[in-house]
């Protein structure tokens, strides 16, 4: 059904009192070590992939800030050759396979896909917890590789280099890679059965959250994609241990076969990571405009396009690796089909914005630097995607420049978004607004400076992953690491003020931005099964009804900090009509 | 910690026999372990096989062709026996197909490698 509706209507239901706190919630029903180790609460479990990953994004982090201080002097400022080597794989390990992968799913996918529709869990519960153990375990292996002297085959583990010369510890990395691997498989299986079987009574697919369907299709991803690497790191790991040949051409295998294998993985693991992300600006930047979506079957449709999509064009990281010509031809063409279903979000995300009563809260900064950074990495993917051009920026820093604007200023940001988001829903707790700002300010600002001398840099020809260079490159090179230096001062900050909010933070009520969907319903943090055991949620229109002003159930939305009544849009009956030719400001969806 | 919205308000006892269904709609303990244990031993057979196959040489240029047969083989047989898509309802064998056709992709675009490798272009 679509709607028109204007911003000049009648205030049509009346917000609902403040929901009581939840005696007990999820945080405080039980406080030993071992509750928390043996829980199956969905919310429980999105914690401790929150605590997991955070250790793994400093690690990563650390391993960058090695790589980025290395590079200020053109022979290397202080570690030697190898350990440079084993510093930017190290960081690509752990920041793809044990953050930006599970990050988005593992944490907020976890917290809130069951409260999002309306469900008490996941619909595999113990498969959940066991998805963070499996996890953890292949971390661990992951960690083992890292201490015992890490690998130095960079993150895609290229043989014949990996099976047959590296000395370093590709062996326990591999099979951590392996292992989290299935971590990703239960948690994209247990998601899509929660989404198909236990929506609540009026969730029907038309009115699921634009989060749900982003991750409903990373799931798709998952389940079709990870076990193709997983059989990959098998086979790498039964050449190096076996000398059996499978992709070493010494002993009759093809390097080649690894490429299409890993890629057809790799590439759309980047999906994996940056769908989730998308998943929740669209939330976001609803909610900070007070906007219906524009255009919500578009976006919904869009994100299972880009998973579909995303799995044909696996090639285009490889056209100077020796395929064939035709088949560049065709990747390079199925890589440009990639971009429509991209851009039809963007335009979309515009469009809810356009004449939306803006407000610039941490959650929105990020959003809004999510948007443009994503744009700017998706056409300078194109750039990549064109066999001539590729040619010329292949293996340079252009591609790391590009790859950091689409994972860091996307997924990272959109991360940041979601947890700021719905912090005071998980903790129950607000954050500093005005140092959450700041950080958010500070990382965008940090990430450009950092990014955008690598693109020059990479256009004018220095390869990835060398250690040294020529001197007229220096000074992108110090600009560059002057520019991390910022990025890692602005995720330092959230790491102060988001812990000292659950001390220190100002009570969140049940819905602090006024939001629209299910997971507001219920109290800050919530209880043990999400909702009222009396009174489970009846889903009666869309997920984005800012200009009806209503949530999910029909019920009234309460003021957001800072925005009053001014700001809600139901409450404008007595305003004039705001000029300007668009009078149908959104629509009613579902 | 028990969940009530996973755990069936009834528990169904499980009927004697074959077809039984789980309280979460799963079904379960539908093939005799007599049968399972047999196709066990015939899908070992045929890795047997594969792996003299690949020594011996007999078949020459056809040995892949055959070892990539035996291969499907021993796929189909743990898809129906050991995964129950003999049982299982059209979604399910649907799922099942949809993920064959997504081997498919991956194996068409990537013999457009493959096959094309060696032609020279103009």
Not at chain 1, 183 to 194: A, E, K, P
Not at chain 1, 231 to 244: K, N, S
Not at chain 1, 518 to 540: G, K, Q, R
Request: hydrophobic share 50%; glycine share 12%; aromatic share 14%.
């Amino acid at each position: 059904m679509t709607t028109a509706v204007t911003t000049a209507g009648p205030k049509i239901a009346p917000v609902p009192p403040e929901p009581p706190p939840a005696e007990p919630n999820y945080l405080n029903v039980s406080y030993s070590l071992w509750s928390w180790l043996t829980t199956v609460d969905h919310k429980r479990i999105g914690l401790l992939y929150l605590i997991s990953i955070s250790v793994f994004f400093v690690a990563g982090g650390v391993a960058a800030g090695v790589v980025r201080l290395n590079l200020l002097s053109p022979d290397g400022a202080f570690v030697n050759e190898d350990t440079y080597n084993r510093a930017f794989t190290g960081h690509g390990v752990l920041m793809l396979f044990f953050f930006l992968i599970p990050a988005v799913p593992g944490v907020l996918g976890n917290f809130l896909i069951p409260m999002m529709i309306g469900a008490k869990d996941l619909a595999f519960p113990k498969l959940n917890l066991a998805s963070w153990y499996v996890f953890m375990v292949g971390a661990g292996f992951g960690v083992w590789a890292l201490l015992a002297g890490g690998i130095d085959t960079g993150w895609t583990l290229y043989p014949p280099y990996s099976s047959r010369s590296s000395t370093s510890n590709v062996i326990p990395g591999v099979f951590g890679v392996f292992i989290s691997g299935f971590s990703s498989i239960m948690t994209g299986l247990n998601i899509m059965v929660t989404v198909h079987k236990m929506r609540a009574p009026g969730m029907t697919w038309g009115r699921l959250p634009l989060f749900v369907w982003s991750l409903y299709a990373t799931s798709l991803i998952q389940l079709l994609g990870t076990p193709v690497v997983a059989i990959t790191t098998v086979l790498l790991m039964v050449e190096r241990v076996a000398g059996i040949g499978i992709f070493d051409p010494m002993i009759g295998g093809d390097p080649v076969l690894f490429q299409h294998l890993f890629w057809f993985y790799s590439h759309p693991a980047v999906y994996i990571m940056i769908l989730p992300g998308m998943g929740v600006i669209s939330e976001v930047l609803t909610c900070f405009s007070r906007k219906n979506i524009f255009g919500y079957h578009a976006v919904a449709w869009s994100s299972m396009g880009i998973a579909v999509v995303g799995f044909l064009l696996w090639a285009h990281h490889m056209f100077v690796a020796g395929i064939s010509f035709y088949s560049a031809l065709l990747f390079s063409f199925l890589s440009m089909l990639v971009a429509v279903p991209s851009a039809i979000k963007v335009f979309n995300w515009t469009g809810t914005l356009y004449r939306g009563s803006i407000t610039f809260q941490a959650p929105m900064l990020f959003g809004l630097g999510f948007v443009v950074l994503f744009v700017i990495g998706g056409l300078t993917g194109l750039f990549l995607a064109t066999l001539g051009t590729d040619i010329h920026l292949h293996d340079t820093y252009f591609v790391v420049a590009h790859f950091h604007f689409v994972m860091v200023g996307g997924m990272v940001l959109g991360y940041m978004a979601g947890i700021h988001f719905w912090w005071p829903k998980m903790f129950g707790v607000m954050y500093s607004d005005w140092w959450s700002r700041v950080a958010a300010a500070i990382i965008i600002v940090g990430f450009f400076l950092t990014f955008v001398p690598q693109f020059v840099l990479g256009y004018h020809g220095m390869p990835r992953r060398y250690p040294n260079y020529p001197a007229e490159f220096q000074v992108y090179n110090v600009m560059s690491t002057a520019g991390a230096s910022i990025l890692g001062l602005g995720y330092l900050l959230p790491a102060f003020y988001l812990p000292l909010s659950l001390v220190f933070g100002k009570k969140a009520g049940a819905n602090p931005w006024s939001a629209t969907g299910l997971e507001w319903v219920s109290p800050s943090p919530p209880p043990l099964f999400n909702f009222d055991e009396a009174n489970m949620p009846v889903v009666v229109c869309g997920p984005y009804e800012y200009a009806l002003g209503v949530d999910q159930l029909g019920r009234g939305l309460p003021p957001g900090p800072g925005l009053g009544e001014a700001n809600d849009p139901a409450s404008k009956s007595e305003a004039p009509a705001a000029p300007g030719p668009m009078k149908k400001e959104t629509e009613v969806v579902g | 910690m028990a969940n009530p919205h996973t755990t069936p308000a009834t528990a169904t006892p499980p009927a004697a026999g074959h077809d039984t269904h789980g309280g979460h709609g799963v079904i379960g303990h539908v093939d005799s372990p007599g049968l399972l244990f047999v196709v066990f031993l015939v899908v070992i057979g045929l890795f047997a096989a594969n792996v003299a196959m690949s020594t011996s040489g007999a078949l020459g240029k056809y040995t892949l062709f055959a070892q990539l047969a035996i291969g499907a083989v021993q796929a189909t047989f743990v898809g129906l026996y050991f995964m129950h898509l003999r049982h299982g309802d059209k979604v399910v064998v649907l799922t099942a197909l949809a993920s064959v056709f997504w081997m498919g992709i991956l194996f068409v675009l990537f013999m457009s490698d493959y096959m094309t490798r060696n032609r020279v272009m103009g």
